[in-house]
Each structure stands twice: as C-alpha cells, then as structure tokens.
C-alpha cells in the first residue's frame, strides 16, 4: 500500500510516519529529511539547498522527484511507501504519478491531517529530536520519560531543526497554502483523500490512520 500523508508544517506527518513504519513495516520517504541529508555535504548542491530550507521555501521538483525515484528503485513492491511532506506542487503531483507507474505502483490513499494553523507554530518551535536515532520529541507534547534521555535509544543529544522559528515557519505555511493544497483536489476526483483531525492526540491520531488502512 503507497499513501501520501499531507497537511501543513507541523501537522504529525512526520510523527504519524515513524508510527506507520513501526506498526506495518511501511517504509517512510520524506524528501524533508533526503534534504537535510543532502545540506550536510559541502557541495554547491548542498548549500543551495540549505539556502532553501533556511528561507522555508520550496527546493525544485525535479529535485525532488528525483530522489523519489531513485528510493522506490530501492525497494521491493511489496514493501509500502509513505510519502511524507511530497509532493508538494502540481508538477511533483504530475512527477510522482509517472514515477509510480514506472515502479509498477499505485497511491491507495492520501491522509490529510487538518490541523488550526494557529497550533502549528507552538507545535514546530518546540520540536526537537534525537541526534542519534532521530526519535522526535516536543517541549511540551511529548517529552522524553527521562529527561534528557532518548526513549528509544537512550542517547542524551537531541537537536532542533535551523528551520524551526517562526519566521520560517510563517513562510513555509504560505508555501503549503498557495502551492500544495491546491494539489488535494485532483486527488480528490480521484477518491482516494481522507481527512483526520490532526488536532487530536498522537495516538488518537495514530488510530484513525490504522482504520484507514484496514479499509
Ligand atoms: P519538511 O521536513 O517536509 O517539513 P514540513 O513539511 O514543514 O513538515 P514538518 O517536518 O515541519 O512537520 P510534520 O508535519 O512532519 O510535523 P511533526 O510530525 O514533526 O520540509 C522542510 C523543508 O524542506 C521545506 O520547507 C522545503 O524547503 C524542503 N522540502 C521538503 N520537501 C520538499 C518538496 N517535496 N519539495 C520542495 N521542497 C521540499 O510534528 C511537529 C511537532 O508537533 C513534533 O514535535 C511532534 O511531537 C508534535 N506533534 C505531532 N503530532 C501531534 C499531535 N497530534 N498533538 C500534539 N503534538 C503533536
């Protein structure tokens, strides 16, 4: 099963991911974090990215793209893939429906979380994740057990994301309004988008997607 998660920043499409990829063995392609791999490297490549990023606009689609096809290469059809902040324009929409025919694939769903946009800036200014495992915590949402420990791995570095202010955060929602919405109603025609409160709680969340998927 292929399935796109969308919603604005801060919306739990990262989060709900990770869950999937515990819970049904899904693989999570998230072109947010294939960028921030990419912005490591000190290339011409990764500073024009990080410049990107940094200024919460959009990196080109046929970046993008690109680094989806090369990951589905990767991986046996039996194996399902969450699309995870991609795709993000019509054209990535367009790209990404060529991509899938070409692997053999289909989209089964598309998950919309719906969240109050004026939630999203608390939620991704107190975000913060391991540095080892990437486990992502929240100051206030969801907090280590130990503090200072990491659930998962029990490392004591964590990070946030350069990202992750509000100025950027202003300017990513705009993104999202003007480039990636208008995206969802050509899936719609296609009957495949379902809507979840993103406002509830993770779990709740979490519980709502599995029933999705069970059909
Ligand atoms: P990307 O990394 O994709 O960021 P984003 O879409 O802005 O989404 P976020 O990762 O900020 O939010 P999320 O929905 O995953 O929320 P999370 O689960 O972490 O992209 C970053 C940048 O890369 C872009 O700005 C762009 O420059 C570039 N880029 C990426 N993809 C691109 C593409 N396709 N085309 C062009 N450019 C691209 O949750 C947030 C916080 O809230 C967490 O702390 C979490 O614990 C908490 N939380 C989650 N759910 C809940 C809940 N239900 N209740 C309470 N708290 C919750």
């Given at each position: 099963m292929d399935i796109i998660l969308l919603g604005p920043p801060g919306a739990g499409k990262g989060t709900q991911a990770q869950r999937l990829v515990e819970h049904h063995g899904m693989r999570q392609l998230s072109t947010g974090d294939m960028l921030r791999?990419?912005?490591?490297?000190?290339?011409?490549l990764g500073r024009k990215v990080a410049g990107i990023m940094d200024s919460g606009g959009l990196v080109s689609d046929e970046i993008v793209s690109a680094?989806?096809?090369?990951?589905?290469?990767?991986?046996?059809?039996?194996?399902?893939?969450?699309?995870d902040g991609y795709p993000r324009t019509a054209a990535q929409a367009d790209q990404l429906d060529e991509i899938l025919a070409k692997h053999g694939?289909?989209?089964?769903?598309?998950i919309e979380l719906e969240v109050d946009e004026d939630a999203l800036v608390e939620r991704i200014t107190g975000r913060f994740t391991?540095?080892?495992?990437?486990?992502?915590?929240?100051?206030?949402?969801?907090?280590?057990?130990?503090?200072g420990v990491c659930d998962k791995c029990g490392s004591t570095e964590f990070k946030r994301r350069p990202d992750d202010n509000e100025e950027t955060v202003r300017?990513?929602?705009q993104e999202y309004r003007g480039k990636t919405a208008p995206i969802l109603p050509g899936y719609e025609a296609r009957n495949i988008v379902t809507r979840v409160d993103g406002m509830a709680s993770i779990e709740d969340v979490t519980h709502a997607i599995d029933a999705i998927l069970a059909g």
């Amino acid at each position: 099963m292929d399935i796109i998660l969308l919603g604005p920043p801060g919306a739990g499409k990262g989060t709900q991911a990770q869950r999937l990829v515990e819970h049904h063995g899904m693989r999570q392609l998230s072109t947010g974090d294939m960028l921030r791999e990419t912005r490591k490297a000190d290339t011409e490549l990764g500073r024009k990215v990080a410049g990107i990023m940094d200024s919460g606009g959009l990196v080109s689609d046929e970046i993008v793209s690109a680094m989806i096809d090369a990951k589905l290469s990767d991986m046996g059809p039996e194996v399902g893939a969450i699309f995870d902040g991609y795709p993000r324009t019509a054209a990535q929409a367009d790209q990404l429906d060529e991509i899938l025919a070409k692997h053999g694939r289909q989209l089964d769903h598309v998950i919309e979380l719906e969240v109050d946009e004026d939630a999203l800036v608390e939620r991704i200014t107190g975000r913060f994740t391991c540095a080892k495992c990437g486990e992502g915590y929240h100051d206030v949402f969801k907090q280590p057990k130990q503090e200072g420990v990491c659930d998962k791995c029990g490392s004591t570095e964590f990070k946030r994301r350069p990202d992750d202010n509000e100025e950027t955060v202003r300017t990513r929602m705009q993104e999202y309004r003007g480039k990636t919405a208008p995206i969802l109603p050509g899936y719609e025609a296609r009957n495949i988008v379902t809507r979840v409160d993103g406002m509830a709680s993770i779990e709740d969340v979490t519980h709502a997607i599995d029933a999705i998927l069970a059909g």
